[in-house]
T-cell receptor
Framework: DAKTTQPPSMDCAEGRAANLPCNHS???????VYWYRQIHSQGPQYIIHGLKNNETNEMASLIITEDRKSSTLILPHATLRDTAVYYC???????????FGSGTKLNVKP | GAGVSQSPRYKVAKRGQDVALRCDPISGHVSLFWYQQALGQGPEFLTY????????KSGLPSDRFFAERPEGSVSTLKIQRTQQEDSAVYLCASSPNPGTGVSYTFGSGTRLTVV
């Protein structure tokens, strides 16, 4: 499974877009990129995943570079409730485990 | 149920005591995972079940840790002779079927404190 690299922390103003980067240069062609987040004292929450194409759902957008070595999670209008640790994960087709790493602590400020 | 349920929510154990942590996955979910999360760290994989079969237990830190899922639904993580380093949040996750492209649902975890 691909290992990922994320900045340890980021700040974002409430109402603005939060762009969280992730490097996954060792990702292979059949490995998906997943994003989860963890709000204090809760289990990780699924946000979005993708393989090659950009993806969007009601929570976020995922932009994957053409070479698939990096991606960006976009929260279009961050709220205080989006303050959490965000994890970028790589996983192959037959994966049976995630490598979470340390994630990015997103602080949304009023 | 609507989500993954874990019990107890909090557990305090004396060093040397045995503990059992329970996970009720979403009904019908085939895959079940256990993760351990130390304070300030990301979750780390412990073990994986597909139905009742334990397909991967490479993350279990010692032979004091044992997991089972005898009927392919509820799972129990047992820790024998607990040590202080076992203090962590234990997370359970389930998904409807194996393979990628499927999102996993996590429970809120059991916070184990060994004193």
């Amino acid at each position: 499974d691909a290992k990922t690299t994320q900045p340890p922390s980021m700040d974002c103003a409430e109402g603005r877009a939060a762009n969280l980067p992730c490097n996954h240069s060792t990702i292979s062609g059949n490995e998906y990129v997943y994003w989860y987040r963890q709000i204090h004292s809760q289990g990780p929450q699924y946000i979005i995943h993708g393989l090659k194409n950009n993806e969007t759902n009601e929570m976020a957008s995922l932009i994957i570079t053409e070479d698939r070595k990096s991606s960006t999670l976009i929260l279009p209008h961050a709220t205080l409730r989006d303050t959490a640790v965000y994890y970028c994960l790589g996983a192959g087709y037959n994966f049976n485990k995630f490598y979470f790493g340390s994630g990015t602590k997103l602080n949304v400020k009023p | 149920g609507a989500g993954v349920s874990q019990s107890p929510r909090y557990k305090v154990a004396k060093r040397g005591q045995d503990v059992a942590l329970r996970c009720d996955p979403i009904s019908g979910h085939v895959s079940l995972f256990w993760y351990q999360q130390a304070l300030g760290q990301g979750p780390e994989f412990l073990t994986y079940f597909q139905n009742e079969a334990q397909l991967d237990k490479s993350g279990l830190p010692s032979d004091r840790f044992f997991a089972e899922r005898p009927e392919g639904s509820v799972s129990t993580l047992k820790i024998q002779r607990t040590q202080q380093e076992d203090s962590a949040v234990y997370l359970c996750a389930s998904s409807p079927n194996p393979g990628t492209g499927v999102s996993y649902t996590f429970g809120s975890g059991t916070r184990l404190t060994v004193v």
